[in-house]
């Protein structure tokens, strides 16, 4: 079954097969290349959300890390929210070192993203830590807030941060010192991924760390204050500020003795604000006067950096991927993408392992991406990282070609209709090169996604009807979905016929390239889309 050429996986971010209603901007955009292989070639739904990809339930979202580990493990592991779940349910979090290291600082610091998205964290873990910890004799206790506004709905920090007041005023009634020092907008401090924006970092590091930020006399007066002042704005975007006493010095500087957990549970935003902790070396920015702090993160964020070098639960333990059973039969690979997504088809694909698994087989590729907001540039860097692989497939120097590319994802998450349409149209055109050079190369195009997000541009309530604001027009949704996603085989030397299970998951995509290679796929992977007879 191996064809002449290579085995090419394009990954569409965030294109789901939704309902096809107003707020679907992939049925909205006009894609003539991806009509045109559905038509052409077998196709098939697969499931990349929930259960399906380790996740704890069927109600929770898909998201890109799990995706691309699912993508590149041929097999389903518990995820992170899954291993938090078990490792509180359990106490086994609670008997670890460095829990006990945690609860050991002057001043117990928690930051993180609040918001019961479950892709990054989960507030339920930032409840159950604040609790343990009080309960365990911390006398002083901090929170730093992410708002969150992407995976949730656009506005929607309150939900979380009252309630998170209202449980830190209990324990301050109690006796105990306990209280939100900071905040800002996950997009605009902190959480920046694979070093696109260290300023983010910065920011953020100014505000947790300085105390530097517009004052406040608590997260909740900022957040209201800050939708005031700029209705148009949402809870990812939402400038820093600092939480300040009667005497408007802020309650919660980072100092040293102190001790710092990032609750976030996913990786790739998590990894600069822990090297910024971590690192004495570290260039990226001016840190000013570094705390000496004992710094943790839930999970270990890279297993081969080691970055934290302390966490509280195991991420998951995924061996014998695809990239390296590609790795041990000779055979060569050529991964590439934008910088918001590189590290999905080299890291996440790769097990959560940094760094090329083999410098002579192996060529990765980062297209620097852009830095003004994703629907101002629509069709990001489509077209750049297909002439880079195109240029692959052309080559004959590969077996196996993979790329990611990102536009509905990242401008699905902007809540911007429109230009996820356009981003979803400068896709296709580029699906459409791929097929045209791969054809031409005697391989096989894969053509699939990691998780839905475009499909699904409007919130909607709970029986399914498009929720509204005052005016009448739609709210926009930012966050992902639960869209299955599109699976499709194009061969130019004939069709195979795809399996019919419904419940399918992008786990199989995996063992599906390892087939069309004739790699032998391990007996614990899923079984491959192509039917057998």
């Not at 209705?231 to 003795?257: H, K, N, Y």
């Not at 081969?304 to 639960?313: G, T």
């Not at 996820?420 to 195009?445: H, K, P, Y």
Request: charged share 25%.
């Amino acid at each position: 079954m191996k064809p002449s050429g290579p085995v090419v996986l394009c990954i569409l971010d965030g294109v789901g097969l939704g309902r096809g209603d107003a707020g679907d901007a992939v049925a909205l955009a006009h894609t003539p290349h991806l009509a045109q292989l559905r038509a052409q070639h077998p196709w098939r739904a697969l499931q990349a959300h929930g259960t399906a990809v380790g996740l704890p339930s069927d109600g929770d979202m898909g998201n890109s890390e799990v995706g691309h580990n699912a993508l590149g493990a041929g097999r389903v592991f518990d995820q992170g929210a899954l291993l938090v779940n078990q490792g509180l349910a359990s106490g086994s979090v609670w008997r670890t070192p460095t829990w006990e290291r945690l609860r050991a600082g002057r001043t117990l610091h928690l930051l993180g993203l609040v918001s019961d998205g479950n892709v990054h964290s989960h507030v339920a873990h930032l409840h159950a830590l604040i609790e343990r910890a009080l309960r365990d004799g911390v006398q002083r206790l901090r929170v730093h807030v992410l708002t969150d506004g992407r995976d949730v709905a656009p506005r929607s920090a309150l939900t979380w941060v009252e309630p998170l007041e209202a449980l830190l005023a209990r324990h301050r009634e109690a006796g105990r010192d306990a209280a939100i020092a900071s905040g800002g907008g996950r997009m605009r401090i902190t959480m920046d991924r694979y070093e696109a924006d260290w300023a983010m970092v910065e920011r953020g590091w100014n505000t947790h760390v300085h105390g530097q930020g517009r004052p406040f006399a608590s997260a909740s007066e900022a957040i209201r204050t800050l939708y005031d002042e700029d209705p148009g704005t949402d809870d990812q975007w939402l400038e820093p500020f600092v939480v300040v006493d009667g005497a408007g010095e802020p309650v919660g500087r980072i100092a040293s003795g102190d001790s710092v957990l990032c609750i976030n549970f996913r990786g790739d935003r998590a990894i600069e604000i822990s090297r910024a902790f971590e690192e004495p070396e570290l260039d990226t920015f001016d840190r000013g006067a570094r705390p000496e702090v004992f710094y943790a993160g839930m999970m270990q964020y890279d297993g081969d950096l080691l970055v934290p070098k302390h966490f509280l639960v195991e991420p998951p333990a995924i061996d014998r991927t695809v990239g390296e059973l590609l790795v041990q039969r000779g055979l060569r690979t050529f991964a590439c993408s934008e910088t918001q997504k590189f590290g999905h088809v080299t890291y996440f694909f790769n097990g959560n392992r940094s760094g090329q698994l083999s410098d002579t087989l192996e060529r990765y590729v980062e297209i620097p991406s852009d830095t003004d907001p994703f629907d101002e540039r629509p069709w990001m860097k489509a077209a750049e990282i297909t002439d880079a692989c195109v240029a692959a497939i052309g080559s004959g120097q590969y077996d196996h070609v993979r790329l990611n590319l990102a536009n509905g994802d990242m401008v699905g998450h902007t809540g911007h209709l429109q230009a996820t349409r356009i981003a979803l149209e400068a896709v296709d055109l580029q699906v459409g090169r791929l097929w045209q050079a791969t054809r031409s190369a005697g391989g096989v195009l894969i053509v699939t996604a990691d998780h839905g997000n475009a499909d699904e541009m409007f919130m909607l309530d709970k029986k399914g009807e498009v929720m509204r604001d005052t005016s009448g027009a739609p709210l926009p949704r930012t966050s992902h979905s639960l869209a299955p996603v599109p699976f499709v085989l194009c061969d130019p030397r004939g069709a195979h016929p795809l399996t019919s299970d419904d419940a399918v998951s992008i786990a199989a995509v995996g063992t599906t390239v390892l087939e069309l290679l004739e790699v032998d796929a391990p007996s614990d992977y899923l079984p491959s889309v192509l039917a057998r007879d």
